[in-house]
């Protein structure tokens, strides 16, 4: 059995030292006994306001419906309300007030019991001695928002749904590695692994784990799941257990949620309606947080520290939330060729790059890149540099930032020299060229002032060293989606280059790690949805994902973990930039946020009130 489930994830410059004091011991990932509330995270290190208050009352002040409208305000809109078919975080959070997991996981790492009536463990019978199962008892009389009951046949169906290769669940790797799935009665499940599982609150828990209702979907499995009429219906308004149920959603623009009658406790939510509004920009939702009080929550405020800073002290409307997190900024390389002329086999498996396949022109890339200057100039105290993937206890690589076995630090002479041992020789105007092809690349990411700000200086690393970057962006609405009409998605990646953030949603990282595998490539077989959008295929690596899956050893699995984040970073198809914590505001009379970096940060909103 593993033995760790709280997970405190550490900063990794001197900047951080007060995020660094308060590291420590590792628990179980399957504890013996059932997991008990713990304190919110230590206060992280900034000179801003405090973050959200850790003193959370049990219920919300006040009856069911006692509040008015809770504003919400993500400047990335959400276009899809089904997060098994999303690909953005916008998606996933908007999804969480309507659809539910089993389990949430809490700030400590630990699993909190959602549609489950308890966490399943050795001591309560509910993980089998020998590892192979995991048996959820299910909370009952619970009903979906149209009055009919929620039963195990919900859950198998919702393992059926995303186990079907063809419906092209993004949360695919969250349901890899079971041999079944069965309802052993109307309010129990049971779970069996193809081998002994350490991890074994990876399916059904956190944002990957969200429930779908059997009568709306069951038409949805395979192809349907996104093209036939009635399912793009359902997507788009998915009947759900949450404290929350769909009164409008204007896609791309504002989801209008109002309280779910037959939500199973009688005293939530304390909100009568929600507007969850997306678009704009991430400094006009600080400001909008800040200074104008016009939101009372605004997520994601991926925005320069000097800046954010200024409008904290001066705002006075809202504090910040700094929480750290796993996630990471990073730049992928396409390791297919995302040339038009293809055609239909543009981005695919047999179309390979024309020179992202020399791995000397990838790592020359990689090495010109200055992490110190973008994380200290940009991020401030909500980023530091890293060329880590996997930055959290206790599976942070041995390397580590600027020491050990990798170094971090810009090289631009050693950059040049990987391009001149690659046949890439400057030619006019100092542009590199090879075979009368010049060194030119695509490079796009979503609108966002500090993303354009961090290409512009990538931009000039690589000019330093002869390659050519046409800079691109586009609307995170369309970027951060699975818009069948858009070129620019995430997963379809029709470019060189792209850029974002992503992260795992529990304190393991199995199934994020094992998303890079070759069975999780997007392609258009499965709607551009599947994980592995950079395409990167490397049979050592899919044989270090099975075994990580199969691993009981502590010492076995850290070891697994740091073999894959070594694997992705020196193959160089993945390069890691800035380490950034989970940065939001919330409005000073907001109650009952319990920021978790683990889950959605609309995980606890049945529990939010004024």
Not at 204 to 225: D, E, M, P, R
Not at 392 to 408: A, E, M, N, Q, V
């Amino acid at each position: 059995m593993s033995k760790y489930r709280f997970f405190k994830l550490c900063s990794l410059t001197a900047a951080a030292s007060m995020l660094l004091a308060a590291c420590g011991s590792t628990a179980p990932t399957a504890p013996t006994a059932a997991p008990k509330a713990t304190d919110a995270p230590a206060k992280p290190a900034a000179t801003t306001a405090a973050p959200a208050a850790t003193a959370v009352p049990a219920k919300p002040a006040g009856k069911r419906g006692a509040g008015d409208t809770l504003r919400i305000l993500y400047w990335q809109a959400p276009t899809i309300l089904n997060a098994h078919l999303a690909s953005g975080t916008k998606d996933f959070d908007a999804s969480r007030l309507i659809l539910e997991p089993l389990a949430a996981i809490g700030p400590d790492g630990s699993p909190v019991p959602t549609l489950a009536a308890e966490i399943p463990t050795l001591a309560n019978g509910g993980i089998a001695k020998d590892q192979t199962s995991i048996t959820w008892k299910l909370k009952k009389d619970v009903k979906w928002s149209d009055g009919t009951p929620f039963t195990a046949d919900d859950v198998v169906f919702t393992y059926n749904y995303c186990a079907n290769k063809e419906t092209g669940c993004s949360t695919a790797s969250a349901f890899a590695g079971l041999k079944s799935v069965e309802a052993v009665d109307a309010s129990t499940v049971k779970i069996t692994f193809d081998k002994p599982s350490a991890a074994p609150y990876r399916t059904f828990v956190s944002t990957q784990g969200y429930i779908l209702q059997k009568k709306q979907f069951a038409n949805c499995i395979g192809a349907n799941a996104a093209k036939d009429s009635a399912c793009q219906a359902a997507n788009n308004a998915p009947v759900g257990t949450g404290p929350f149920k769909l009164k409008e959603f204007k896609s791309g623009d504002t989801v209008t949620y109002v309280m779910n009658e037959n939500y199973r406790d009688p005293d939530k939510p304390f909100f009568k309606e929600v507007v969850f509004k997306g678009g704009g920009d991430a400094p006009s939702a600080a400001r909008a947080a800040f200074q104008t009080g016009d939101t009372d929550y605004a997520w994601n405020l991926q925005v320069e520290w000097a800046v954010l800073d200024q409008l904290v002290k001066t705002g006075g409307k809202a504090v910040l939330v700094n929480t750290p997190t796993s996630n990471v900024e990073r730049v992928m390389f396409n390791a297919t060729d995302p040339s038009a002329a293809l055609g239909d086999k543009r981005g695919e498996v047999g179309s390979p790059h024309p020179f992202f396949t020399d791995k000397k022109v990838r790592q020359a890339l990689a090495m010109a890149i200055d992490r110190k200057t973008i994380a200290e100039q940009l991020y401030g105290q909500t980023g530091d540099p890293t060329c880590e993937l996997i930055t959290t206890d206790p599976f942070i690589s041995p390397s580590k930032l600027y020491g050990g076995l990798r170094k971090c630090e810009p090289n631009i002479e050693g950059a040049k020299k990987l391009l001149d041992e690659a046949g890439w020789k400057a030619g006019a105007g100092g542009i590199r060229e090879k075979d009368g092809k010049k060194l030119k690349v695509t490079f796009l990411t979503s609108t966002n002032t500090l993303r354009q700000k961090e290409q512009a200086l990538i931009k000039d690393a690589w000019a330093a060293i002869g390659v050519d970057t046409e800079l691109l962006n586009v609307s995170s609405t369309v970027f951060f989606s699975t818009d069948a009409g858009s070129n620019d998605t995430i997963g379809k990646f029709f470019n060189d280059v792209q850029m974002y953030t992503n992260n795992y949603t529990t304190p393991d990282p199995t199934d994020y790690l094992c998303d890079f595998t070759t069975g999780q490539i997007s392609a258009k077989s499965n709607g551009w949805r599947s994980g592995n959008n950079v395409r990167y295929s490397n049979p050592e690596y899919d044989k270090l994902c099975d075994q990580l899956r199969a691993a009981a050893d502590d010492a076995a699995r850290k070891d697994i973990v740091v073999k894959m984040n070594d694997l992705l970073v020196t193959d160089a198809f993945v390069v890691p930039l800035v380490a950034r914590k989970r940065v939001s505001a919330m409005a000073k009379d907001l109650k009952g946020v319990k920021g978790t970096p683990w889950d959605s940060e609309m995980w606890d909103i049945a529990d939010w009130s004024r």
